[in-house]
């Protein structure tokens, strides 16, 4: 017979590894975007305000990427909430105010989509707060 106290430890145990392969799909689309040129300036970079997981720089370009780990195939489901796309804004906007270096950079809003066992699948300009 199993507890309550049971139940729990398998919620935690599922989402440790839910949050594992989250880590490995953003890991696995920071080397793709290295191998193609960019430069990755921060991960998983968090504000009050907001959250954006791979902030990649390449040239002029400053792409904020959103990345969404699936184990299946249909990606349909990955495109963020307008919610979720706000506070991305949001947290773009605090990233570029602690680096005015970068003022002068375009800003991109990048989808990447990791499943094991296939390349990272990047689309780029995926939407415009």
């Given at each position: 017979?199993?507890?309550?106290?049971?139940?729990?430890?398998?919620?935690?145990?599922?989402?440790v590894?839910?949050?594992r392969?989250?880590?490995?799909?953003e890991?696995?689309?920071?080397?793709?975007?290295?191998?193609r040129?960019?430069?990755?300036?921060?991960?998983?970079?968090?504000?009050?305000?907001?959250?954006?997981d791979?902030i990649?720089?390449?040239?002029?370009?400053l792409?904020?990427?959103?990345v969404?780990?699936?184990?299946?195939?249909?990606?349909?489901?990955?495109?963020?909430?307008?919610?979720?796309?706000?506070?991305?804004?949001?947290?773009?906007e605090?990233?570029?105010?602690?680096?005015?270096?970068?003022?002068?950079?375009?800003?991109?809003?990048?989808?990447m989509v990791?499943?094991?066992?296939r390349?990272?699948?990047h689309?780029?300009?995926?939407w415009?707060?």
């Open positions: 017979m199993r507890s309550d106290h049971d139940h729990g430890h398998d919620h935690d145990h599922s989402r590894r839910a949050y392969f989250g880590l490995r799909a890991t696995a689309c920071v080397w793709w975007l290295r191998a040129g960019y430069r990755v300036l921060a991960r998983r970079f968090k504000t009050t305000v907001g959250e954006i791979i990649a720089r390449r040239g002029s370009l792409a904020m990427i959103e969404k780990a699936r184990r299946g195939g249909d990606i349909s489901q990955a495109v963020p909430t307008a919610r979720q796309r706000q506070r991305i804004a949001r947290a773009a605090a990233f570029l105010a602690r680096s005015p270096r970068l003022a002068g950079c375009d800003i991109r809003f990048d989808l990791a499943r094991p066992w390349l990272p699948r689309l780029r300009d995926a415009r707060p």
